[in-house]
């Protein structure tokens, strides 16, 4: 009995954390701040309420868990314990060393997947039937998940830099998007895992109360892991074009130049001095120039005249139909203003 009020005194140290984490990475110039505030405080009060209530009123049977259960909801407490001080590291050490957050972060990673681990071995039975088939499914789904992220990434970049397929297959910005589409595909297997791991039932020597056996230790695992999932989840869509800028970035620096190579000597760009050039067969580059906290990219082709270049970027049929629409609009403005007399206007 003793053993089930752990649990669920697991559960609240959980929520606990979890609390603290949201409180300390919310600002407090945000208008959700207050109502924050109040919300854990509410939700705190009655969990503690409900479980003094419970713990007087629950009929006392014996129930006994193993005590890889036990040993399996301190994995999980330690892992919201991680990933609240990842949460701090990443707000308070951020700009002065991206060391000791990724560090946290992996650390909660590997601590997540021990508790996936030793909770799969808890309801395995002799054969480690569960544990053989999740193995499969791991080694297959990433089989599957890298070939179908690969080709959207090939596919992306031969679109977005407007290159041929062939030729993204050993660029690096290719890997970086590829990576990204992993992550992406992984945390929705991560949601659909452990939704499947909820539902098996667990092994008790009696139970009298099946369901709150089960209530009580789905508190102390299985909420830890959807909540460090689905925060995990916010923060990776938010912060998505800072992951992928500063991928593109170092991508950049081994698939491109500053340099181009026309009419038999090596130029660059005077009006754009930062521009970065891809090569893509002889005498056609893709140019990168920046533009505020972004690049264009445009068409480099080398000619035989001064200045022995053509420069034209790249278009998509949003931009040409803007475009269009844009001249039609200054065409219009300029016939009105022809039409109406100048002492009218």
Same mark, same amino acid.
């Given at each position: 009995?003793?053993?089930?009020?752990?649990?669920?005194?697991?559960?609240?140290?959980?929520?606990?954390?979890?609390?603290?984490?949201?409180?300390?990475?919310?600002?407090?110039?945000?208008?959700?701040?207050?109502?924050?505030?109040?919300?854990?405080?509410?939700?705190?009060?009655?969990?503690?309420?409900?479980?003094?209530?419970?713990?007087?009123?629950?009929?006392?049977?014996?129930?006994?868990?193993?005590?890889?259960?036990?040993?399996?909801?301190?994995?999980?407490?330690?892992?919201?314990?991680?990933?609240?001080?990842t949460c701090i590291s990443f707000k308070a050490?951020?700009?002065?060393?991206?060391?000791?957050?990724?560090?946290?972060?992996?650390?909660?990673?590997?601590?997540?997947?021990?508790?996936?681990?030793?909770?799969?071995?808890?309801?395995?039975?002799?054969?480690?039937?569960?544990?053989?088939?999740?193995?499969?499914?791991?080694?297959?789904?990433?089989?599957?998940?890298?070939?179908?992220?690969?080709?959207?990434?090939?596919?992306?970049?031969?679109?977005?830099?407007?290159?041929?397929?062939?030729?993204?297959?050993?660029?690096?910005?290719?890997?970086?998007?590829?990576?990204?589409?992993? $992550? %992406?595909?992984?945390? !929705?297997?991560?949601?659909?895992?452990?939704? &499947?791991?909820?539902? @098996?039932?667990?092994?008790? /020597? =009696?139970?009298?109360?099946?369901?709150?056996?089960?209530?009580?230790?789905?508190?102390?695992?299985?909420?830890?892991?959807?909540?460090?999932?689905?925060?995990?989840?916010?923060?990776?869509?938010?912060?998505?074009?800072?992951?992928?800028?500063?991928?593109?970035?170092?991508?950049?620096?081994?698939?491109?130049?500053?340099?181009?190579?026309?009419?038999?000597?090596?130029?660059?760009?005077?009006?754009?001095?930062?521009?970065?050039?891809?090569?893509?067969?002889?005498?056609?580059?893709?140019?990168?120039?920046?533009?505020?906290?972004? $690049? %264009?990219?445009?068409? !480099?082709?080398?000619?035989?005249?001064?200045? &022995?270049?053509?420069? @034209?970027?790249?278009?998509? /049929? =949003?931009?040409?139909?803007?475009?269009?629409?844009?001249?039609?609009?200054?065409?219009?403005?300029?016939?009105?203003?022809?039409?109406?007399?100048?002492?009218?206007?």
């Amino acid at each position: 009995m003793k053993k089930i009020w752990k649990s669920l005194n697991f559960g609240i140290a959980n929520l606990l954390l979890f609390y603290i984490a949201i409180l300390f990475v919310t600002q407090e110039n945000m208008q959700l701040y207050p109502i924050v505030i109040w919300l854990g405080m509410i939700i705190l009060s009655g969990l503690i309420v409900q479980f003094y209530w419970s713990k007087t009123s629950f009929n006392q049977s014996t129930i006994r868990f193993r005590t890889n259960y036990k040993k399996t909801s301190r994995a999980a407490l330690l892992s919201t314990l991680l990933f609240l001080l990842t949460c701090i590291s990443f707000k308070a050490l951020n700009y002065i060393s991206i060391a000791i957050p990724t560090t946290l972060a992996f650390m909660t990673a590997m601590l997540i997947t021990y508790t996936i681990a030793s909770h799969i071995k808890s309801i395995d039975d002799k054969g480690k039937t569960i544990a053989l088939r999740v193995k499969l499914a791991v080694k297959y789904s990433w089989l599957i998940v890298s070939l179908i992220s690969y080709y959207l990434s090939r596919s992306l970049t031969a679109n977005s830099w407007d290159i041929p397929f062939d030729s993204t297959f050993n660029k690096l910005v290719t890997i970086v998007t590829a990576l990204f589409f992993v $992550f %992406t595909f992984y945390y !929705l297997i991560y949601f659909v895992f452990i939704s &499947f791991l909820s539902s @098996i039932p667990l092994k008790t /020597k =009696k139970v009298k109360r099946k369901s709150s056996v089960d209530i009580n230790y789905s508190i102390s695992i299985f909420a830890p892991l959807f909540i460090i999932g689905y925060i995990s989840y916010i923060a990776f869509n938010v912060q998505s074009l800072s992951i992928l800028k500063f991928g593109f970035e170092v991508a950049m620096k081994y698939d491109t130049r500053d340099t181009f190579f026309c009419s038999n000597r090596y130029m660059f760009l005077s009006e754009h001095p930062n521009a970065r050039f891809m090569f893509i067969s002889e005498g056609n580059y893709r140019a990168l120039i920046p533009h505020h906290d972004d $690049f %264009t990219i445009s068409r !480099l082709t080398c000619t035989s005249s001064e200045p &022995f270049y053509t420069l @034209i970027s790249v278009e998509d /049929k =949003k931009d040409l139909m803007l475009a269009a629409l844009e001249k039609r609009a200054n065409a219009l403005a300029s016939d009105m203003k022809a039409i109406i007399p100048s002492n009218i206007r």
